[in-house]
Nanobody, 119 residues
Framework: VQLQASGGGLVQPGGSLRLSCAAS????????MAWYRQAPGKQRELVAQ???????NYADSVKGRFTISRDGTKNTVYLQMTSLKPEDTAVYYC??????????????WGQGTLVTVSS
């Protein structure tokens, strides 16, 4: 199983970015998909999560600015980020909790994509 994240980059404060993360491999079903981020010198934190039941959760710091969505046909999760602030600067990681075709349930991580918000 692999998770491939993309879409990071440099953006000015107030700008927008859209991150994508596609899961591939021997996947039977995906339960939840999420985005985490880790800023320099800080612990990794949950940014947003979307469950298979279409329930979404957001960190208080991004509510109203970020939107998580999933495309079940493509095993892909997106994070639309708007009104970006310098404090959003971090490496963003996608995560998926899923069952493999062998029936194993586990969490998988993508490689991370850097988002830098700076003028």
């Amino acid at each position: 199983v692999q998770l491939q994240a993309s879409g990071g980059g440099l953006v000015q404060p107030g700008g927008s970015l859209r991150l994508s993360c596609a899961a591939s491999g021997s996947i039977r079903a995906i339960n939840s998909m999420a985005w985490y981020r880790q800023a320099p010198g800080k612990q990794r934190e949950l940014v947003a999560q979307a469950t298979s039941g279409a329930i979404t959760n957001y960190a208080d710091s991004v509510k109203g600015r970020f939107t998580i969505s999933r495309d079940g046909t493509k095993n892909t999760v997106y994070l639309q980020m708007t009104s970006l602030k310098p404090e959003d600067t971090a490496v963003y990681y996608c995560n998926a909790d899923l069952w493999t075709v062998r029936g194993q349930y586990s969490g998988y991580w993508g490689q991370g994509t850097l988002v830098t918000v700076s003028s």
